[in-house]
Structures are given as C-alpha cells and as structure tokens.
C-alpha cells in the first residue's frame, strides 16, 4: 500500500470516529452509595422545570415520562401520583452549537528520484488542500434528580448529553433508547 492511500484511509478513519463520538449520548451518574436501593417500591414524578415549554413540547414530555415509566416499572417500581418511595424531577436545558471538520487532500506525495546534492534519491514533490466545514446542532442536555421520598435527600443523578435530533418521528424513537442508556446506569437492575 502506498503512503498517500495510507494517509487517506487513516483520514476518513479518524473523520468517521470524530463524527460517531461527537454525536453519540454521554452519561454520567453519580449516587449516595450507603442507599439500599432494594427497599424502593414506587416513585412519584416531581414535574419538570419552570421554563421547560421553550425547551421541548407537549410531545416529547410525554415521550420521556412514558419512557421513564417504562423503564421503573422493569425494575418493578410503581410510577405513583405523589408520595412515592423515590421521587424524581427531571431539567432538560437545549444549546445551540457548531461543530468544525477538516478535511486534507495529500497529492503527489511518494518516493522518487527527487534532486539532491550527490545525486541520491529524495522524496517527491507533493502539494495538499485542506478543506473545512462547520455544522449546526442542538445539544440536549437532561439532568434527572432523584430523591428518597421520606428524607427528601437526592440518591441518585444522571446527567445525559446528546445531539437533539429535529424530526418528531426521530424523536420517537431516539428518546426511550436515551431513557433507556440513562437507566441502564440505575442502581436497581431490571428483572428479568
């Protein structure tokens, strides 16, 4: 194989890796860790955020709440009303970015009968262009808090970052799988 197509593949490589991290979810928990988790029965949904209306609709309220009551009710917790052994609140904050790739075309480069002083071969002349491009996204951010029902003291927080997605009929689907990752780091294991 030679230089210049080694050069292009690892490239488009690092071009594909940049890309599947930069929008992949990202999440990060962190709880009380003298909590005995098995002693939760039923959980109560504390609301959402005052401002949450300029954030995300009805729709994907919604699409979260039934999520999330999905995934309690694998773990054998009861969404109640009020007064649940956990309760939890959950904040949604949504920014606009930009991201930056880069892109190098490398030409001519290679090994060759180059000039040099003696004679000896050098490498050859090559030139490269390097091309950039930006893009626009939405970073969604959802931050649960959850908190004992009796004690009022916080247990357990997940904080969930992710490219937000405009079409409703994406949303459908890439909100329980968030939900979904966001539980999977819950101290209490589905049932199975």
Same mark, same amino acid.
């Given at each position: ?53 300029? !954030?995300? $609709? ?5 699409? *979260?709440?039934? @999520?999330? %009551? +999905? ?6 917790? &009861? ?58 996204? !939405?970073? $969604? ?5 959850? *908190?004992?029902? @009796?004690? %009022? +003291? ?6 969930? &970052? ?31």
């Amino acid at each position: 194989m030679n230089f210049s197509k080694l050069i292009k593949m690892s490239m488009v490589g690092g071009l594909i890796l940049f890309s599947t991290t930069l929008f992949a979810q990202k999440v990060n928990t962190d709880y009380d860790k003298s909590v005995d988790f098995s002693k939760y029965t039923s959980v109560s949904f504390l609301g959402w955020q005052d401002d949450i209306g300029q !954030v995300i $609709g009805d729709f994907d309220k919604k699409r *979260f709440t039934d @999520a999330f %009551k +999905e995934e309690f009710e694998k773990r054998n917790l &009861t969404l109640v009303e009020s007064g649940g052994d956990m309760a939890i609140a959950l904040y949604v904050v949504a920014e606009q970015k930009t991201s930056t790739t880069a892109y190098t075309n490398y030409y001519g480069m290679g090994a060759g009968r180059g000039y040099r002083r003696g004679g000896r071969g050098g490498w050859g002349g090559g030139h490269s262009t390097t091309s950039y491009s930006e893009s626009d996204y !939405v970073e $969604g951010t959802l931050v649960m808090d959850v *908190f004992d029902g @009796a004690s %009022k +003291e916080q247990v357990w927080q997940a904080v969930a &970052t992710k490219t937000v997605n405009e079409k409703p009929e994406k949303r459908e689907k890439s909100i329980p799988k968030g939900v979904k990752k966001v539980m999977k780091k819950f101290p209490i294991e589905p049932v199975k």
